[in-house]
């Protein structure tokens, strides 16, 4: 199995920063893709952005510009760096991996807590 433990979510005022960040843990035979995913009280949750082994990131739309995800193979561990900040950021910020493990023939999701990031003035 995986484990994802996740860090550095808070509260912040608009146009602050914060740095998530996430480390995964186990029996990992490869990690493929990873990445951020959010969910905010009354809503689905909503992919962030993710990053495939070769660094390519794909962003939402809402994040474009202000968010930056990347990753540590060597850690296995994701970070997501988010500038500038406004209130609809506020979410419970999840992590996620796609990977495969030591005992599996395939590769399969494996998701963290949850961290929660509030963004109030």
């Known amino acids: 199995q995986v484990q994802l433990v996740e860090s550095g979510g808070g509260l912040v005022q608009p146009g602050g920063s914060l740095r998530l960040s996430c480390a995964a843990s186990g029996s990992i035979f490869r990690i493929d893709r990873m990445g951020w995913y959010r969910q905010a009280p009354g809503k689905q949750r909503e992919m962030v952005a993710t990053?495939?082994?070769?660094?390519?990131?794909n962003y939402a739309d809402s994040v474009k510009g202000r968010f930056t995800i990347s990753r540590d193979n060597a850690k296995s561990t994701v970070y997501l760096q988010m500038n500038d900040l406004k209130l609809d950021d506020t979410a419970v910020y999840y992590c996620?991996?796609?990977?495969?493990?030591?005992?599996?023939?395939?590769?399969?999701?494996?998701w963290g807590q949850g961290t929660q990031v509030t963004v109030s003035s």
């Open positions: 990053i495939d082994l070769g660094g390519s990131a």
């Open positions: 996620n991996t796609r990977a495969l493990t030591t005992t599996a023939w395939s590769a399969s999701d494996y």
